[in-house]
């Protein structure tokens, strides 16, 4: 089974943590799952993925103190891995874990996702739980030196067999309950060690080699970011998407800084490869962080992350609330113009960026198509001049305005008005 | 309670570690004990030090594979706080604790010291044990993200109150068991986090006070180094001694680099505040280690080594099994001569060092004594040069030599023939 | 004109720097290109370059001390610009500069390039020197707080219309000369400076501009490396190559260490723009060093280092003295199978790389063919292992053996036996 | 000549930077001499110093451009030397250099200090310039490598006899000159080279040496900070003062700062040996920088400044133009209760900080003299509580308010009223 035959374009997909932090619960997965079915679906949305902590049952209960509670109340089974909630997701029970939830995003012709963290449950390693398969227990796969800067549930796996046995009981339990995506979290960069010391390389690996045991098309996703992109070739061996940020949020300048990110990862974009810009913060978010709120991002903003996105063909994860979406949210998640950019086939290229303007080019040999995005990344409209470079072989050509769905004249030399901050993006 | 009123000159004594590694037992300690007391104590050694994992009782079970068992049979009272292994120390049962061994200690005029690892166990928080006296547990004092790098024990306190109560906890325990001296690990300098991110600033403050409050008079001592010199203040301020190096054995290589290390902690040496060159490896050492051996050392490297100690007044704790140093080993550890450097009064300093040589003055005001000690760091027997700076107000004075106990004249440019490794030193 | 279009493919030459380090002479530099024409021409070799100080009249005289004499005596123009040294070129007198010596290349059927360094000769500065074409002086283009770490010759050149002009000026010459490709040195990585404090960035566009002002196609080369992989965009928008690596020499360690190098940088080939791995030292080196030696690879060394440049498109600069090379030698720089993966369209990729072995593929979809190489790291003998991924849809194909030009039959899962440092390579 | 045997105390004195930058003439140095002999002098200041490139005819003239112009009209004698620049010290000329300014001095009882930048002229390299009785040139001496970050005069000497002749030769001609007091700049710290490649640490050695080779008693002092505290001993052996901070202004920020500065140093100040908290910004300032203003500092500010520097004994230097001080000014400047703790035999140590307070302890054991010094280092008039450790062995003692002259009681558990940003101070 090759990783990169299952994941040839960017995942599009929904992911309940912008909205809910840790809270989630079976019922509203289930109504994001209903709300992408009847409404994104027919344009290539098809993941559902639950976030952090969805073992924890006291997850949210201290979050004026704690985002994760340290020692807190977690379901683990008797093999030291966790188990879903069952106060949150009750369907659960009985050992019947995602199965149940994973089934019903089938049926919706829609596939399902989970977050973990890196390693193995430190209550399970304390308690000296067994691991499935083996006459060792958790106290053996445990690296007790290799912890999580910012999450306290795990440790690390040790570089031997029986780290590799754990890794290949949880990625047995999850292919069995249905699960097509892993975004495996604490793995992708860390604060905490330097990378010579950081154990999370030699687990991507025991991960993506207990994908492979399993048999099942289950899609690895690395987290947080920044990916080093001196380890570029890493990533592309063993994972499908890996974050090129930490974490990114309806803020301007972090908007901005992708440009920077992108520009350093545009070489590395492939069938089964895709550096990740991380969720679209779109939408309703923040509900489960106490502050309720409409995603911070102005009209044009949300024009210039969705095409930067998908010029550069990041995955596509919306963060927002579903079924809380305005009309003018959705006509931007499902403009089928913007999105065939993702398809297999385009390769893009950023040819000048300064602290004031980007542009972006695309083409896709087989359709002989191209794209060109005018980025105005200044406090002021502006105009963006078209270089040769966008047009080598031409002066002239028709192009298709995306947003307007218009013919326009796109010639060389010629300046085209942008607002500030936003973005015209052209397929050709 | 002024720290600095009763730890006037470096405290002198025995510690496990050298010889038993982790697993010293009670009987062995004792024996050290009677030895300390019959042979040493009249020349001012008086500390019997239990270092590291005393709680453990499956310490060195497993050595080929670790020095400290994660995960491991420790022995933890019902406030969460480590208590002696009764297969170790059969009289620490029934809550008794150390008191017995000190009381031994004490009975013999000498005094009691105990390793700790910094911050709580990790199996406490897990189990959520209760803190003495108040109404929180351990998972409240634990920082789960602050851990050891090389021990598996422990987590981090965190700086709050219950952080607070865990650490009176302990020092009330250890000063109703009589401890005269804590010997605090993970403390002094981390490798794991970077000089901001780590715990053990706060840590070393909550235990000096801890200490403070207990009423009782317990030396603070401070590792692993090499301590910071730019927070050279926080240590005078909360700890009587802090390792200036990291484990010091017996290399040459080791040696050779604390000339560079004394050099830079010269004007920090008081009352109350000794910078630590480590364990003296003297005598048998390696046994815990399963290499028991004779110190690599050579008698020219021995004199070097307890004369640096000395002059620059470190202080003193003996590596080796006491009960099998040589005659040549103890006439080292007794020479009044050479030990009445640590006394109150006297102020060393480095006048010169190269990479073949090195010359420390010192200087009593108090009983208007002098010394001075001749390095040789070279490879080859070699002359050092009398500078002008030993003997800034004569030419020529008559000088003891401490170690053969004769009068030598001293003259400004004279070239004092020394063994390779090896020192001359003379008080006058 | 648009840089990318005149460097398809990896530019292929000799360059004088391994044989005669800084010495070389008019007559040697003929010679060589000779060589060329007469032996190597016909497969696509075609640059002769002289490399570092030919404007020194010294160079080499005191080569004990230095190899680049600090205000030694070089040759410079009324306007600042560093012009050959008549002794050693004697047709640059009379205002010639390189210009028969580049005719004499070009009649051959051969292209000439010269070494330059960053920024503006010292002594041009000093003496205030006006700049051609400006009522400035050296002095307003010279940034005196940039300097080459390791060459004592320049000051960087300020981002300003002054340091503009002055870049203007040299390759004005240059063009006029018949230059047609400038190896700028100190320019693509500093280990003196910061990245941030470092001028060279600015100085790589200024650079760019000034060639493309000139009308003429030099070819723009950026030593030495190792190039910041972060900064990928920069390299490819303004150079045509860029080196990865530290000077290269005859070492195992070093080819050793190309294949992460190469590993890292491989999905950032492509027309006008190739990370280069630095001269090939194979044949006669190191007269100028004082120490003329066989290159001190073996002849599997050299089958590894030739395949490894080719598969992933490495430039390809003979270190070696061409008229000294060796029957083995030729043939391994005149093997048409192995040359032809450094034509367009061939796209490389490494999928497999551990302490032992590297297999790398590439595939020309233009053409409808592939290449795979079977590297052996190790320091025997031994089989790599053929995998799926060499082969992704089929089972066994026949393919050729480049080096002994047989047809053998490549199955998955078989293993090829590989000479210890040596390479297997097919084509099919 | 031992250098701790005549800066016994902290130097006082004045230095022309912070009014005059470059720009100083020999009129105006005389000025501020004639003002200290006649009004500071019976206080201890002595010290007249000339501050950076006092041999640059056109120094100040592109002010907007440069504070220090490259390649500028420097004033040079045939040894490489620079001297000053005849034009702003008339007297200079016919080579008597700074003779009749340092007399000048003398006679007014004050002694004369200049400024010199680490290293040997650029332009005495650039031009091959003899050095004074050798056969090498200046060329023989300078490190091509090695410059100064901010101002473009010089090269750093090379590690040989030549540089030490180089550096015997200046400081033969400045003790020919009368100088008393030589602050060396480009030498304590480098922001441009890593500690390890900085060869300010032999030039250190070289200017100490050649100083002792002269047989006058010139005082070094070495800027820029912030020192390293671990080279403490390096400059207590060849220096009598160095800047533990970059350059010092009248910000607030910089002023709370120092106390951490001071609190790393504080044990390493001794006869001879003092580290530097840099001039002090009070009066007038600015005047060369194109703002001629007063000193931002609030008189409490300037309080809290005069007795931090006092009571750690820094050196002295008024940054302010003498002739235009206040009186205010001046109470500050010949305050003999303040200016006493800079004597011979203090020693002072911090016993508390934290953000908002800090406490100063200092004892005269010759003089059985103590003071504290209570500093509010907050935005609120506060109270600072008198610890036990201000008062060990006695609860109350009576005290000399500095400031009011006046007799308070000082007892152990008080508060006492200390304004924002101020300071009270007591001797007892």
Known sequence: MDKNSFAITPPMGWNSYDYYDTTVTEDQVKKNADFMAANLKQYGWQYIVVDIEWYSNDA?????????????????????????????????????????????????????????????????????????????????????????????????????????????SIVKLYAEWGVDFIKCDDICDSWMYKPEDFSGWHETRMLHDAIKKSGREIVLSLSPGPAHIDKAFHYQKYANMWRITDDFWDKWELLKNMFFRCEQWQDHVRAGCFPDCDMLPIGKVGA???????????????????????????????????????????????????????????????????????????????????????FNLSEDSS??????????????????????DTDVSLSVGSGIEVPAHGVKLYIY
Chains 1, 2, 3, 4 share one sequence.
Not at 153 to 158: Q, T, W
Not at 384 to 399: I, M
């Open 60 to 168: 949210g209960t201290r979050r004026e103190q704690f985002q994760y509670i340290p020692f807190g109340d977690d379901e683990i089974d008797e093999y030291g891995r966790f188990i879903p909630s069952p106060s949150r997701f009750p369907s659960s029970v009985g050992g019947a874990g995602f199965k149940p939830l994973a089934d019903y995003c089938h049926e919706l012709g829609l596939k399902f996702g989970i977050h973990i963290m890196r390693g193995i449950p430190r209550a399970a390693a304390e308690r000296h739980l067994p691991i499935l398969g083996t006459d060792y227990s958790a106290a053996d796969a445990a690296n007790p030196s290799s912890i999580c800067g910012w999450n306290p549930d795990m440790y690390g796996c040790l570089d031997n067999d029986v780290g590799q046995a754990y890794y290949d």
């Open 288 to 374: 489960g962080f106490k502050e309720s709120r409409d995603s911070r991002f102005t009209q044009d903003e949300l024009k210039t992350m969705m095409t930067l996105w998908c010029i550069f063909r990041s995955p596509l994860m919306i963060g927002g609330e579903l079924t809380l979406m305005t009309e003018d949210n959705l006509k931007l998640l499902t403009n089928k113009n913007l999105l065939q950019l993702l398809e297999d086939g385009w390769k893009a290229q950023q040819i000048m960026r300064d602290d004031n303007q980007a542009i972006w080019i695309s083409k896709n040999e087989r359709f002989g198509r191209r794209a060109a995005a005018f």
């Open 383 to 404: 105009k963006v001049l078209v270089e040769q470079a966008v047009l080598p072989n031409e002066e002239t050509v028709t192009a298709t305005d995306i947003w307007t």
